[in-house]
């Protein structure tokens, strides 16, 4: 017997409903937000990830999922111009689009959001597969700092549209390229006696990018960087003065975040705000979702010089921790049981006329008994059920049954679809 691939998981007909639920409310707040979904491919060349995301970062080094002449290699080290990876995240991907596509042209600020599988080759755990979905957006044309407001708002909007609480808000502003680099080159400094004591990993990232160490998991290495005391001091006048109207205005839309200088992301790209939303409930990887500012990312990918911000919420973690009875919604289903071969026949054009007036409706197939055609519609959470036998066949009727009261009554086949259009608008 085949088994799925480890790290990837089947999406079953039971558990459908819930991802569209969460997919039909992102849709809606996007909306609301003038945000228009776009599509990108599932493979991009592996360039474009290395330049982006950093040679040393690690979902470069160690996730990837790279294809090099038709043969799919995990973490192979082959990284030249005829490789090609998975994605591993949704920025860069839009980012090329947006300048291979010329999008800025015709619409000067561009909004855009998207919704779909991503791919890592690291060690499944809970919240984390090596194929995972994320939900998201991107902003391009802009360094206006009440975008920021907007986007972190956004995501706000869209956990409370999930019907998910509980969770923290963190934000932070790693400054311009030059503050990003006093603040690695202080970080440096302020380590270099105390590199023994890092992880292993902690250790190779304290000789590439060091503000990485700020986002290790390692109960040491995280004590070791409380220890250091850091504030925002590396943040030159115009970056400070771009975070001060970011917290205004979040604060003037009553939005509950915390200020967490430790804060960084593990990305080259990111410049000024990130910002984080973390969910206890999810154990040591915490993070539902985060995003940030990335103003450079765009010139260096060979597009203008433009600012830029975006966000991603991984959909497995939402869906651990949104509440089971979140979303429930009662199902609107007309089930048809036919008793004898006359019957079946009528029930073809009842479930023709249901099914044409949008209301959702099924039968048995299966030949069972009365008894147990009821209980698979009580399995399917019908709402109505419409018997027809002999004698309704008669009659010209059926009998419908309200699941939800357990009213049963005879009424005119030629009434049927009013009625239950009627019954659910009540």
Known sequence: M?????????ILPDEVSCWQEIEEATRNIFSLYNYREIRTPIIEEAALFNRSLGESAEIVQKQMFLIKKDKPRPCAQERGKDAYA??????????????????GKAAGLIKVYYIGPMFRAERPQKGRLRQFHHLGCEVLGSQAPNLDVEVI???????????????????????CAKDKQEFTRDLRKNLTDKLPKLCADCQERFKGNVLRILDCKNEGCIELVKGLNIRQGH?????????????????????????NPYLVRGLDY????VFEIIHNDLGAQNALGAGGRYDNLVHDLGGPDLGAIGFAFGVERLLLVRSQESGVRSKKLVYLITLGEEAKKEGLKILDSLRKAQISSD??????????????????????????????????AVTLKDMASGEQKEIKQEELVNYVTHSYLR
Not at 2 to 10: C, I, Y
Not at 369 to 389: C, E, H, P, Q, T
Request: proline share 3%.
């Open 270 to 273: 990111y410049t000024r705000t």
């Open 86 to 103: 998975l994605r591993p995240e949704g920025t860069a991907s839009i980012v090329r689009a947006y300048i291979e596509n010329n999008l």
């Open 235 to 259: 943040l030159c006048p115009e970056c400070k003065g771009h975070f001060d109207k970011v917290s205004a205005g979040l604060g003037s839309l009553k939005i509950d975040y915390a200020v």
């Open 153 to 175: 708002t956004l995501a706000d909007n869209l956990l409370k549209a999930y019907e998910i609480d509980g969770y923290k808000i963190t934000i932070n502003s790693l400054g």
């Open 363 to 396: 039968t048995d197939y299966e030949d069972k008994s009365l008894k147990g055609a009821m209980r698979r519609a009580n399995d399917l959470a019908a709402r109505f059920v419409v018997i027809i036998g002999e004698d309704e066949i008669k009659k010209g």
């Open 2 to 10: 085949f088994r799925k691939t480890p790290g990837t998981k089947d």
